[in-house]
């Protein structure tokens, strides 16, 4: 799939986007879109801004300037009477429903079960019955496969089981737009894999638009059709993972890939 | 020694009334304390100045005077600004529940900012509500790191009820005093009232510890020791959160 599709509507757009954290930029005046269904891995050395671009999109960070619009739709602000106006925060909450996000430290509720933590949000958001809820559940846990576990508390879990029912967590709301931001970087090096099997699964099985952070190069570039490097708020470039991991432009990809990859 | 038991048998249905009478101010006192703390204390945490501020005037007034003196300005001050008269037990509950209120409220504040960010995040990222954030993922984690501290507080307010026998009530404290005159033996009384609010206070001790237990079970921590001693035997509860 190229970069940007002619055509349809994009599932993002970044329109002259910037963040600031007070006096600090990380990112200026970015600009790029990604197709419905593309699955996109964003590279460069940390601080280069490539995590805070999936907390926009989750709505973590506020966007200090420009505009980021979710299947046409705007997502935080928008433009009225050439002003930029913020959105209510529940117009923004119905606008993040079908975007889900899995983080490096798992974050699951450790005040519910297994099972609790992925019907809650399901019911209480999407106003599903409870009944069918946890039936999805189920069929998720079985899929990542954690269904003995449905009634664990999740700090009795490893580190990757944790990962895993993040992710059924994720799926459990039927997200459009799937944002995984480095999630197996707190993993220990032998649980790395079996997460990384059931991302590779979802990727294979299902047209969610993917946004991955990750330093796995290989599963970058085995799931992914894009990869963005980024440094300093900027694109640097952006290719097929073929080309940017054997062949890439920028002598500064070069040097970061033959760091990560020692 | 004998008679002085006699005695008290004799006076034990006084000494009853008056242990009411100190259980309804601290049963009472305790549910406003709850209530006023977790108003404040989540007020204290609003993200608009508007609401915030206010609850931390508040706060601070709350403990920054006796609660001796707010008891008398109940007592006998309210009666003559706003002619309305709240009766000594009300009197007594208002201002135990102001003054362990603002205690606990700050207790409540800095147990839900300890929760961490990342519990917010993901309930974020899964569009919950506000309120139902709160309800069901901040507010559950928040109570079992603020159980301890706050047990400390509703056995100071325990104590502290004994103010309202300067308010005309014949709590657990003014009845002591009473039987202090009957038998004339100072020592003896006194005791007597140490060693019962001691049975009260650690009566609430162990409430809250099973209150923690519970709270800890919930989000799948190993529970400690159990029962009535378990507080002298063993270690419990976790790194109170200071106030």
Known sequence: ?262 | MGDRFTLLIDFLPQLWDGILITLQLTVGGAIGTVLIAVVLGLGMLAPTGWISVPCRVIVEFFRGTSLLVQLFWFFYVLPLVLDVDLGPLTCGILALALNYGAYSAEVVRSSIAHVPKGQWEASMALSLSPARRMLRVIFPQGWALMIPSLATLQIQLLKGTAVASFITLQDLNERIGVLRQATGDTMFSYTVGLLVYFVLAWLIQVGMDALERSAKRRLGRGDGKQGLFARLTGRTGAKAVTA
């Open chain 1, 1 to 262: 799939m190229p970069p940007t599709e002619s055509g349809g509507t994009p599932a993002i757009e970044f329109r002259d986007v910037e963040k600031r954290f007070g006096d600090h930029t990380v990112l200026k005046g970015l600009n790029f879109t990604v197709s419905p269904g593309e699955r996109v891995t964003l590279i460069g050395p940390s601080g280069s801004g490539k995590t805070t671009i999936l907390r926009l999109i989750m709505t973590l960070e506020s966007l200090t300037g420009g505009y980021i619009d979710v299947h046409g739709e705007p997502l935080t602000h928008m433009e009225r009477g050439g002003k930029r106006v913020a959105l209510p925060g529940k117009q923004v909450r119905a606008n993040t429903k079908r975007i889900g996000m899995v983080f490096q430290h798992f974050n699951l509720f450790p005040n519910m079960t297994v099972i609790e933590n992925l019907v809650e949000a399901p019911v209480h958001v999407l106003g599903m019955k409870k009944a069918e809820a946890v039936e999805k559940a189920r069929g998720l846990l079985q899929k990542v496969g954690l269904s003995d576990k449905e009634n664990e508390h999740p700090s009795r879990l490893s580190g990757g089981q944790q990962q895993r029912v993040a992710i059924a967590r994720a799926l459990a709301m039927d997200p459009d737009i799937l944002l995984l931001d480095e999630v197996t970087s707190a993993l220990d090096p032998e649980l790395v894999d079996d997460v990384l099997q059931v991302l590779r699964d979802i990727a294979e099985e299902t047209d969610i638009t993917m946004l991955i952070v990750t330093h796995e190069m290989q599963f970058a570039r085995d799931v992914s059709q894009r990869v963005m490097m980024f440094d300093g708020g900027v694109i640097l470039e952006e290719g097929h993972p073929e080309d940017i991991f054997t062949n890439p432009r920028e002598e500064r990809t070069r040097r970061f890939l033959s760091a990560v990859l020692d």
